[in-house]
């Protein structure tokens, strides 16, 4: 890990995905992800690798309905292992599973794509050294190639334990229905830098990071924001450097015409698509 996910960057750190039945959702994402439980109650069920941190809330919803196409919210969120070893641990594992997989090399990264039992994306990836990405006029050379699944098997022999305990929240990425609103809200509003940049998708990062947020339009342009009671993303969370980055940021979107909420020790905002944040500063 290099740093692109502490201060003075902004980055997502935790996702509260709703869920159709959360014992079955559970089993799932302790057993074939690999997730310990922190803490659990009939409708939640906090997840951590640490013991400590919450990465992924799960929770299941009154009078709960399935994901519908063409609708904002969740493409995946991806969780970021600390080595490549790690990867090939992974991968030999969710590969004796059975599960279907995904998997591709972003010439940045080593990514496997999997979905859960609600349709929910999740990708478990590796950074490669940040000294190894190509940069050009400020944009990051990023791409979908075939993945080297030997190669990476090979890198390790070590048990399968679940995910380790130095495993972060790398990005999220998001359907949205306007991409040059989103654009704006994520950029002028939040404070991200486009670092890639493609018809219908957009790549954003702080401090030089291939990207801690993406957004696309894949679902269509004016897909329509989910029910509150439907399968997929509830909110997640992005931290803040600071209490004056945050006010900052909480500023511009004001002005943006976004709302801003108090909810405890965070502020609540949505995107332009109803994507819902949870703005934190954290000491």
């Not at 990405?133 to 699944?149: F, Q, R």
Request: no cysteine; net charge negative.
């Amino acid at each position: 890990m290099e740093g692109f996910h502490q201060s003075p960057n902004i980055y997502a750190s935790e996702v509260n995905i709703k869920v159709k039945d959360l014992d079955y959702a559970l089993t799932f994402y302790q057993n074939i992800i690999g997730f310990k439980v922190l803490e659990k109650t009939d409708r939640k069920a906090v997840l951590t690798t640490d013991g400590k941190t919450p990465l992924v809330t799960l929770e299941q919803p009154e009078n709960v309905i399935p994901k519908e196409e063409r609708m904002t919210g969740l493409y995946h969120f991806a969780i970021l292992l600390p080595s490549r070893a790690d990867l090939s641990v992974f991968l030999r594992h969710f590969l004796g599973t059975g599960y279907p997989l995904g998997a591709a090399d972003h010439y940045v990264s080593e990514a496997l794509y999997i979905t859960d039992p609600d349709g929910n994306g999740i990708e478990v990836y590796r950074d490669r050294p940040s000294n190894e990405w190509k940069w050009e006029n400020g944009l990051v050379d990023m791409a979908t190639v075939e993945l080297d699944g030997n190669s990476i098997l090979a890198e390790s022999n070590a048990e399968w334990t679940g995910l380790p305990s130095g495993t972060i929240m790398g990005h999220i990425h998001l359907h949205v229905g306007d991409l040059q609103k989103a654009e704006e809200f994520y950029t002028k509003g939040l404070g991200f830098t486009i670092v890639s940049h493609y018809p219908q998708a957009v790549f954003l990062s702080t401090g030089g990071y291939h990207h801690h947020i993406a957004i696309n339009t894949w679902q269509g342009v004016g897909a329509q924001t989910p029910p509150k009671n439907s399968v997929g993303l509830n909110w997640y969370t992005l931290v803040f450097p600071s209490e004056a980055a945050r006010e900052s940021a909480m500023e511009r979107l004001k002005q943006l015409g976004a709302s801003v909420e108090k909810e405890a020790d965070y502020y609540v905002t949505s995107d332009p698509s109803g994507n819902q944040i949870r703005l934190k500063y954290v000491e």
